[in-house]
């Protein structure tokens, strides 16, 4: 996800529709630990998603609040000392809107950063923990053989790539179990912020973690729906309890 550095045009005026999402982003800049604090305004592809960023950007140049532009698909790191993936010099996220505010929040937690994004649609504040003004959320951190990190917000899928696999061995939480190599395991997020995993050799289980320990070949690592990479054996996927710090306007 680099950033794009170019200057917003501050000739131009903020877009009414903006005004909410920028007033919050002020606010939220004067609780910053940094002396100078930089936003990181992450957008989607369509020519709205973008003006819309743009849009932002000028309204935090007027104010003398420096941004720079992220795109949308936050690319998983190998883990550092600090357990997540490189980060953008940057101390806040703002989703400047669109269709996959996944993506956005995958990036957040990712690099454990808060994410400024405006409630779903037609959603109040107070009405549930989702629309609080703060709040967090569990994610599934997934540990890869190769040192890699990726995060899933809702949900995270494995289907093999060979035609007879064979056999998978799992431990769920502490229970070893043999599962069909040819049929996809999936994981969800529950509003407790564990993992559901389900399974036809053992059903649907909660569990804390998962770690998919012995397959034959190559997987397809399926991240909230989007085919992510393909994997191999051993991998961890656990729940990270309040890892997604959420803010709303």
Not at 92 to 99: C, F, H, K
Not at 101 to 122: H, K, T
Request: proline share 8%.
């Amino acid at each position: 996800m680099p950033p794009s550095t170019s200057s917003p045009d501050a000739a131009t005026r903020v877009a009414p529709e903006t005004d909410d999402l920028l007033d919050a982003a002020l606010r939220h800049v004067g609780t910053l630990r940094a002396a100078r604090p930089t936003l990181g305004i992450v957008r989607g592809w369509s020519r709205g998603e973008r003006e819309r960023a743009r849009q932002l950007r000028i309204g935090l140049d007027e104010r003398h609040v420096r941004s720079t532009e992220l795109n949308p698909v936050a690319e998983a790191g190998r883990r550092d000392g600090r357990g997540r993936g490189p980060r953008p010099p940057v101390d806040l996220l703002v989703y400047a809107g669109g269709s996959q505010p996944e993506q956005a929040m995958r990036a957040a937690a990712l690099w454990d950063l808060p994410l400024l994004l405006d409630r779903p649609a037609g959603r109040r504040s107070g009405s549930d923990p989702d629309t609080a003004d703060t709040h967090r959320r569990a994610v599934a951190g997934i540990h890869l053989a190769d040192g890699g990190f990726a995060v899933a917000v809702r949900e995270a899928v494995l289907v093999s790539l060979q035609p007879h696999p064979g056999h998978a061995r799992l431990i769920l939480d502490n229970e070893k179990i043999t599962a069909p190599g040819d049929r996809p395991l999936c994981l969800t997020l529950t509003d407790e912020g564990l993992l559901e995993a389900r399974g036809d050799s053992f059903g649907l289980r909660r569990i804390r973690r998962l770690r998919f320990e012995r397959a034959w070949g190559a997987y397809r690592l399926e991240v909230d729906g989007v085919p992510s990479r393909d994997v191999r054996a051993p991998l961890r996927i656990e729940a990270l309890p309040g890892r997604l710090h959420l803010l709303h306007p």
